[in-house]
């Protein structure tokens, strides 16, 4: 509960975060499997990637994907390349049964696109087994299309790090309070995409204090979400590429242009003095993340 604008949002900002005690099982869960594929693969480096390793994960736990780069040697590319022994798809069942053969009780591990999951009680491992990129990056495998992709996560998180420095540390938070945004409206964005486009919204923009800072995205984003988003590393495409219809299109903008809306709405509310509306307002934008009033 919160009685201004201001600690309303510090207290956002507070919800959204993983608690400390989730951090070290989330280290020590991520390590037990990073173990478990050296054990089991001639894996040259794995590293953390995704949100977890840009700092713009969210809160719930329950929720979140920590995913996991394991960088295999190239033998298995030659392996499983031009289709053959199951292409991609194929080298996503060998970890998949790397992984089972430790993770025996293990409610769920299953082979997604370009990944293999471990569904834990209290959260998801995503293990994306990759190859050296010549030129940088990354080769990583796409088991529907049976091809692979190019991306460079390491590049990712550098990328966000240089932004959150340059905006005095209040980059991530805003980029995390985007997202909880997303999960209060069902999860409709893919949340790298909202990532990248907030790179993009607030390059050589200052973020004077959350409030305005969120209205500005919102406001710049229903221009920019029906434009090709690229991936800021340069090598993945168009990452918004998942909208991929005009219905779509046309329901992202609508998104934005709603909250856009909500937001100028409860900044007004707060520069006539009524900070409960305001909060109200909020709430509708962010849901339970926000406080109530009071």
Do not use: C
């Not at 049964?97 to 009680?121: E, H």
Request: positive net charge; charged residues 20%; hydrophobic residues 35%.
């Amino acid at each position: 509960m919160a009685t201004t604008i201001k600690q309303s949002f510090q207290k956002l900002k507070q919800n959204l975060e993983i608690t400390g005690l989730q951090a070290e099982v989330v280290s020590t869960r991520q390590n037990s499997v990073r173990d478990v594929l050296d054990a089991g693969l001639k894996v040259n480096e794995s590293f953390l990637t995704g949100s977890y390793s840009r700092s713009t994960m969210i809160a719930p736990l329950s929720d979140a994907d920590v995913d996991i780069f394991a960088v295999l040697d190239v033998s298995y590319y030659h392996h499983y390349n031009n289709g053959q022994n199951g292409g991609p798809a194929g080298l996503l069942d060998l970890v998949k049964k790397t992984l089972r053969k430790t993770y025996t009780r293990t409610p769920d591990i299953s082979r997604n696109g370009q990944a293999v999951t471990i569904r834990f009680n209290d959260f998801k491992v995503d293990v994306v087994p990759a190859f050296y990129r010549q030129g940088g990056g990354f080769l990583i495998p796409n088991s529907i299309r049976q091809s692979w992709l190019s991306t460079d996560p390491k590049k990712h998180v550098e990328i966000m790090s240089e932004s959150n420095s340059k905006h005095n540390g209040d980059m991530v938070p805003l980029v995390k309070m985007i997202k909880g945004w997303n999960k209060n409206i069902g999860s409709f964005f893919l949340s790298f995409h909202l990532e990248v486009l907030a790179l993009s919204i607030l390059d050589n923009v200052t973020i004077s204090d959350f409030p305005s800072g969120v209205r500005y995205y919102f406001n710049k984003g229903k221009d920019l979400i029906n434009k090709q988003n690229p991936d800021p590393a340069g090598l993945g495409g168009d990452v918004g590429a998942y909208l991929n219809t005009r219905e779509k299109v046309q329901e992202a903008i609508d998104k934005f242009q709603l909250a856009y809306e909500q937001s100028v709405k409860a900044e007004e509310y707060e520069r006539q003095g009524y900070t409960q509306n305001a909060v109200e307002m909020w709430r509708k934008v962010f849901g339970n993340y926000f406080p109530v009033y009071g």
